[in-house]
């Protein structure tokens, strides 16, 4: 039986979770609580030394990070493929999810991570945060982490991230002028990988970055909420509550994100 450590709102999780969905594949999950710093434990450093979501454990051996347990999973279950057989497809494919791993995923954070992180952190001593902070294994996660838990949305990070963001946009327009998804015309792992990214822009009301200008990309993520997978891999492990919260508290902080795109 596969197993997956996830959290409800981790985009890298959220795409693997659409990988095992779209694949049929039956696993068995465990939660990790971020806010609660689960992921630094020693337990979980056993398994993921990153300590981040996903980990992947399939016959009793880890794998780690999302883009290579999304190839593992093509490779290793090949019923489904989500992979094009053309090399130059699939060297377009590795490109948007090494854009995402590299680009994407940091700015989400960026712009994320001050909206469902730092209350919890604030409520603490800055003895108790630092000591917290310090354990985040890899060094610009932890000090991006700190300078978000300093200045929130004024965080220097957020106008790279809303501009990192807005040319991902430009770029995804553009590739699907020239077909039906993002490397050709059928739905591949880069699709996969980059709609977690707009799920977060969807549930804090941040979808006028792309909505008036862009109807090509609306029209894919729409056709990609419309996915099963998209239902059970993202959306079944959302509540009502928890999409209400984080909508109220995006529409609270849009204003600092918009003052970058203008
Ligand atoms: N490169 C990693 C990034 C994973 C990652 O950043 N996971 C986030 C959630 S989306 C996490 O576990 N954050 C915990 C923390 O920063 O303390 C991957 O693709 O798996």
Redesign the pocket.
Same mark, same amino acid.
């Given at each position: 039986m596969l197993e997956l450590y996830t959290?409800p709102m981790? =985009?890298?999780?959220q795409k693997v979770r659409i990988v095992l969905a779209e694949k049929n594949l039956e696993w068995a999950k465990h939660h990790v609580s971020?806010p609660d710093?689960e992921?630094l434990s020693p337990e979980y450093l056993k398994l993921n030394p990153l300590?981040?979501? =996903?980990t992947l454990v399939d016959k009793g051996r880890p794998v780690i990070?999302?883009?290579i347990i999304c190839e593992y999973l093509d490779d290793a279950y090949p019923q489904v493929s989500l992979s094009p057989e053309d090399p130059l497809q699939r060297s377009a494919m590795r490109f948007w999810m090494k854009h995402v791993?590299v680009k994407l995923?940091p700015s989400c954070?960026a712009i994320q991570w001050p909206l469902i992180m730092r209350d919890k952190l604030l409520l603490m001593s800055e003895e108790e945060q630092n000591l917290l902070l310090d354990k985040?294994v890899e060094k610009p996660?932890r000090e991006r982490?700190k300078r978000l838990l300093k200045y929130g949305l004024d965080a220097p990070d957020v106008a790279d991230a809303v501009a990192t963001y807005y040319k991902t946009i430009v770029d995804m327009e553009a590739a699907l002028g020239e077909h039906q998804w993002l490397v050709s015309d059928n739905f591949s792992l880069a699709d996969i990988s980059v709609a977690p990214y707009f799920q977060t822009l969807h549930q804090f009301n941040w979808t006028a970055m792309y909505e008036a200008n862009f109807p090509r990309v609306l029209d894919w993520y729409a056709r990609c909420r419309e996915r099963e997978s998209y239902q059970v891999g993202v959306l079944a492990d959302l509540s009502e509550a928890m999409l209400e919260q984080l909508s109220a508290k995006g529409r609270e902080a849009w204003p600092k994100l918009a003052a970058h795109l203008a």
């Open positions: 959290h981790s =985009p890298c999780a971020l710093k992921n300590g981040v979501v =996903p990070e999302s883009s791993d995923h954070g985040v996660r982490q």
